[in-house]
């Protein structure tokens, strides 16, 4: 017996899902012939892939190899097909994106929804997380990255540098004054982003010239792991808050947000797309990046539409 392309690929989505019926809802088949996929390219390579138990899937050894082994390898057939497809510019197949949810739900969103405008033969899937995705293992083509990038084989191309603000609501400035000096910020109250560690998420650039930024242990009575979260509870007067500006930039414009410390410098935050490394960047990969860089631009909209309220209340 041989194997099958669509087996393989069946395989793929199972090992990420652990899921028949989760693989059958998102593949739009049946559960019987997900079933039958994996149970023929079972006896294909005369091996079991699963072992199946009541309402669990469980990967053998043998699946956990495998799959090491042929996720780049369908990804390169994949690719080779798009690049072929590019003598006829023609944009199809299925594009599947990873992004922090904040910015996805605010921007990327529309961005996406006009992309998808323009390539009617392309199927998009969308997945809005703000914790690190191994894009590598989800089998995704694309991801959105944002802040300092860790070492990694993934390419990527920067979007645009996004500043960072530290604010706060008019009434906690009228209750609790403001803070002179990056040193006397560790003495209020703030809102905490649970996915980064204070000390890493409170840094500024150094005014002496080094390059050792200055970090700022900060004691988060609040913590949130959503960023419109945090812009909320500090409108609602919860303490001080350091947003990217992207975040930031409509409280300020309204006024419901007042910067602080303006004449400080956060690190800022750096916007990339990101993207498993390859011969060659797939046509759909591509157009997509293309798209983002050209409706974002650097410095990103965000920062162009109104002037922002950047003096201290």
Not at 94 to 123: H, K, N, V, W
Not at 259 to 277: C, G, M, N, S, T
Request: hydrophobic content about 45%; some cysteine; overall charge neutral.
């Amino acid at each position: 017996m041989k194997w099958r392309f669509d087996d393989l690929l069946t395989f793929l989505d199972v090992m990420e899902t652990r899921s028949i019926t989760a693989t059958a809802a998102r593949l739009n088949l049946s559960k019987s012939v997900v079933s039958k996929r994996i149970s023929d390219l079972e006896a294909a390579l005369g091996i079991e892939l699963f072992q199946r138990l009541p309402r669990k899937l469980l990967a053998s050894d043998n699946a956990l190899d495998f799959v090491e082994r042929i996720r780049p390898l369908v990804r390169e057939i994949i690719e080779a097909t798009d690049t072929v497809g590019q003598r006829n510019s023609a944009i199809r197949g299925s594009l599947r994106i990873a992004a922090p949810m904040t910015f996805g739900t605010l921007y990327l969103g529309r961005m996406i929804a006009d992309f998808a405008r323009q390539y009617p033969d392309l199927e998009v899937a969308v997945e809005f997380e703000d914790r690190m995705i191994d894009l590598v293992r989800g089998g995704y083509d694309v991801g959105i990255r944002i802040g300092i990038l860790k070492d990694s084989s993934l390419i990527a191309r920067k979007l645009c540098t996004d500043a960072r603000v530290i604010c706060c609501s008019p009434d906690f400035a009228s209750a609790n004054g403001l803070p002179k000096t990056v040193d006397e910020l560790s003495s209020f109250a703030c809102i905490d982003y649970s996915n980064v560690n204070t000390s890493q998420l409170w840094q500024f650039e150094n005014p002496a010239g080094s390059t050792e930024p200055i970090s700022v242990t900060m004691r988060g009575r609040i913590v949130a792991n959503n960023g419109e979260a945090m812009r909320d509870m500090a409108i609602a007067g919860l303490g001080l808050v350091l947003l990217p500006m992207f975040i930031a930039a409509d409280a300020l414009r309204a006024g419901t947000l007042v910067p602080v410390l303006p004449e400080a410098k956060p690190l800022p935050y750096r916007i990339y797309a990101v993207y498993p490394p390859t011969r060659h960047v797939s046509a759909k990969v591509r157009a997509f990046v293309d798209h983002l860089t050209r409706h974002i631009g650097d410095p990103p909209i965000w920062q162009l539409t109104d002037t922002l309220r950047l003096k201290s209340a």
